[in-house]
């Protein structure tokens, strides 16, 4: 019997850079690399051309729509794949969704699991929507040369004693938080997660009551894009929780981004909000999202906001499964926790 797949894609920003933080000069070391880590049990494919393409920002960023797009649609097509990984988030991908044959989730026999986040938000909430689909709201592991440059960063601003440049600490740590992601994304796949639940305060509104909760939506300037489009429905807010979060822009583009949803009534058809990190370089943007969000709630709104450090461009992040009901539990007089059973992400 043959071994199923991990197939990592990159339809996004270029994985060049994450290469050469992990002193790797060709893209089949990246997979060799990804193989070591998941074990014999796995076979990890992947498009190398795919892996190794630059983007040029001055010539529309990258050059292989088709290619791109081509490379997920047979993943979504194959029965030997059980889980998709994108590398990385970054730009150009969102683009390339008309050209994505999601109907071939309709001749699956099999279950298919898929990793991603960011300029992602579009696939992984595609994919959830469907009945032969999981969605995980999760980082690709090139985000951890970021992620843990600006963990080290935080670090040492808090601790005056710290030396080390967040640059090379990111350097030292890299190659076992990558490891470490493969493998719990196996963990994840095989129904032995042993993720812990994730903790959010409540920040606003009353408390929700203990109960199942569907949560939907990832990066905000991202999700805005899909309001309008063929692929609406699968981010239909109705009974749901919004999840939003993003980084590196202005406080005015958020919150234009934020009106795209108050015009598409978004509030008033959701359940509640939780929402993730927000930050631009060093700036955290958090509190002004949330100050945000008293203008563009319906007046008198009563829907509940949640905030959780371990959703966004962050790290330490918690993967978050979309589209499927999760259990969310008080556990203190502000404080809710978010978990699901292991077998929900069981998909080999």
């Known amino acids: 019997m043959a071994r199923p797949c991990i197939h990592l894609i990159a339809p996004a920003g270029a994985c060049r850079p994450f290469m050469e933080s992990l002193d ?91 990793f991603g986040f960011s300029e992602l938000t579009p696939l992984v909430n595609i994919v959830g929507a469907h009945a032969r689909g999981l969605g995980v709201y999760d980082m690709g592991p090139a985000f951890l040369t970021y992620g843990l440059r600006l963990h080290a960063g935080r670090q040492q601003k808090n601790d005056a004693t710290a030396s080390e440049p967040p640059h090379r600490w990111m350097r030292r740590h890299l190659r076992p938080a990558v490891d470490q992601y493969y493998q719990r994304v196996v963990a994840m796949i095989e129904g032995r997660d042993s993720t812990e639940p994730i903790m959010a305060r409540l920040i606003r509104g009353p408390a929700p009551k203990d109960a199942d909760a569907i949560f939907l939506g990832g990066n905000l300037t991202v999700l805005s894009t899909m309001i309008g489009s063929r692929y609406e429905r699968c981010i239909s807010p109705q009974g749901k929780w919004l999840v939003l979060e993003d980084f590196n822009d202005k406080p005015e583009r958020f919150d234009r981004f934020l009106s795209h949803l108050t015009l598409a009534g978004y509030w008033e058809q959701c359940t509640g909000v939780l929402l993730g990190d927000f930050h631009q370089n060093d700036r955290d943007l958090t509190s002004a999202l949330a100050a945000m969000l008293h203008y563009h709630l319906p007046q008198g709104s009563e829907l509940p906001v949640l905030f959780s450090d371990r959703i966004g461009h962050t790290w330490p992040m918690s993967p978050l499964p979309l589209q499927r009901p999760l259990k969310l539990r008080r556990r203190d007089e502000n404080l809710f926790e978010i978990s699901w059973a292991p077998s929900l992400l069981r998909v080999v």
């Open 24 to 114: 790797i000069d060709r893209p089949q070391e990246l997979v060799s690399q990804a193989q070591a880590a998941i074990g014999p049990e796995y076979q990890v494919t992947a498009d190398i051309d795919l892996l190794n393409a630059e983007e040029d920002e001055e010539r529309g960023g990258r050059t292989d729509d088709d290619a791109r797009a081509a490379d997920i649609t047979q993943a979504l097509t194959s029965d030997d794949i059980a889980a998709i990984i994108a590398v990385r988030g970054g730009a150009w991908f969102t683009r390339t969704l008309p050209r994505i044959d999601f109907t071939a989730l309709d001749r699956r026999s099999r279950p298919l699991a898929v």
